[in-house]
């Protein structure tokens, strides 16, 4: 089973700043099968990112992700107040899906 | 607009069997090339897959469940569902049920998730 690492486990930002989300593979991920979400507290993650670099829809462009192989990032720009949030990658692979520890991006 | 919702006892006892509902509104459960996905969360904690049915009744687990999920259609309700046997404290978490097309894709819709707790 591939496991992913998320790093680091929490991220102090102010608004206006760029969050850098690490996710990396125990093995090689076909970067069409990497995914981003995020949570916010009471509810359902929410899809951002599939493909590793294809926003979902309604994502605003802010969000960015990128990486292949074993190494995968999440940036935010310009952090707006809704961003604050955990972030959790997924993979799929052969079995199954997998997610990430999570990131949590929190208003410094 | 299609929407997902959990159903089902928010409590367990030990040993029992834990069955979830998803009905799914605005859409159909037999509609091609979903993979209609149960997914769960200990509080406070992150995301564990459970498993997924597809292509009309196939299925594929976690493996560490060790056979005790089930998933499965009920296309006369528009509902998936999820079964899974001799739960322990272990399994207390927030329950979701969610659809991708598959791999190229995320899980573009969530239910709301449904907490179980089980305890005696």
């Keep these: ?108 | 607009q299609v929407q997902l919702q959990e159903s089902g006892p928010g409590l367990v006892k030990p040993s029992q069997t834990l069955s979830l509902s998803c009905t799914v509104s605005g859409g159909s459960v037999t509609s091609s090339g979903y993979y209609w996905t149960w997914i769960r969360q200990h509080p406070g904690k992150g995301l564990e897959w459970i498993g997924y049915i597809y292509d009309s009744g196939r299925t594929y687990y976690k493996s560490s469940l060790n056979s005790r999920a089930t998933i499965s259609v009920d296309t006369s309700k528009n509902q998936f569902s999820l079964r899974l046997r001799a739960v322990s404290a272990a399994d207390t978490a927030f329950y979701y049920c969610a659809r991708t097309k598959g791999p190229l894709y995320g899980l573009d819709l969530w239910g709301r998730g449904i907490l179980v707790t089980v305890s005696s």
């Design chain 1, 1 to 108: 089973e591939i496991v992913l690492t998320q790093s680091p486990g929490t991220l102090s930002l102010s608004p206006g700043e760029t969050a850098t989300l690490s996710c990396r593979a125990s093995q090689s991920v076909s970067s069409n099968y990497l995914v981003w979400y995020q949570q916010k507290p009471g509810q359902a993650p929410r899809l951002l990112i599939y493909g590793a670099s294809n926003r979902a829809t309604g994502i605003p462009d802010r969000f960015r992700g990128s990486g292949s192989g074993t190494d995968f990032s999440l940036t935010i720009s310009r952090l707006e107040p809704e961003d604050f949030a955990v972030y959790y990658c997924q993979q799929y692979g052969n079995p199954g899906i997998t997610f990430g520890g999570g990131t949590k991006v929190e208003i410094k």
